[in-house]
């Protein structure tokens, strides 16, 4: 991947590529970002920059020998580690599903784990580096260089490692092989252990401005700037939250559909009608990504409601459908109702980012919307 094809990031990047300039790469950084921020695309592209022959204007080439093998994540001097299924005498190691892996990064580069997992066909396995791995790490990192001047090892998720793995690998950190460079690509910093933070140098991966999805979309996805704008803001900065958006609504909003049925049975109190709505929404193949992007949704037409309630209607992000939708729910909210209702929302968001199930989740959250929305309303100005 060419830097230029990672999308924003435009301070770290420049960071990054001074670094090499001035010879300054440290042996040991931390890439930590969101997911959908792109922390791993880049450190991929950062490491073709690095061992690319002839890089011009802050880039790699993208086509002399050492670039072509790293755009297809088979540069004998880059080496990959990620969480695996472990499967005893099958896969032990990152290397024993290199395959896969190539595949699923070179489909998507701003996959999450349980993409890589289904594409691995293991949802339901529990995602691990194990100690295996540090041995390996080892052995690759004693051979001799291939073609470039650094050995590279780019560790996905060091926050899945075991302890036996991340102690083999503080020893690996503390006296590294000459010319090796470890790059850690992490999203959650509390669950990294303390070691491995203080030993690497951290470089913070922002999440990317809706601006910059918005422009990615239309010229990557050729998505109208309307469907764009609307994706991005859904996406909160998550680029794969964004594909995931496409891939379920092209051109209508769905979204409005769905909320709008939704909260006609919350209003009638219609449980029959909530109970076949939840089947819907909590099938499986609208996965958790568009769950949570169908509640994102609604916090945000509560929002819309209350600057129809109370603020300057000159503030009012939706129009068409979506204004005649808000104006009409307002006639039948408070501030008091709409608080309630977001803090319900947001709970639900928890529970499905922790995995629970998408059935109980919105069933619950459905009744409780019944109970909110059946108090008096507080008389409106
Ligand atoms: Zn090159």
Redesign the pocket.
Known sequence: MLLKEIIGQEEVKKRLVHSVQENRVSHAQLFLGAEGSGALPLAVAYAQYIL????SNGD?????P??TKNSKLVHPDVHFVYPIALKKGEVEKSTDVATEWREAFLENPYLNLSDWFSHLDAENKQPIIGVEESGEILRKLSLTTYEGEFKIVILWMPEKMNIAAANKLLKILEEPPDKTLFIHVSENEEALLKTIYSRTQLIKINRISDEEIKNALTEKKQLSSVDAARIAYLADGNFNAALKLIAESPEENLHLQKFREWMRMIFKVDIVGVVSWVEEIANSKVGRENQKAFLLYGLNILRECLVEMYGDKKLLRVDGEELVFVKGLSTRLDGNICKQLSDEFNEAIIHIERNGSGKLIFTDLSLKCMRIVKQPKAATA
């Open positions: 690319c022959k002839t890089r790699s080439c993208g086509s002399c050492s670039c």
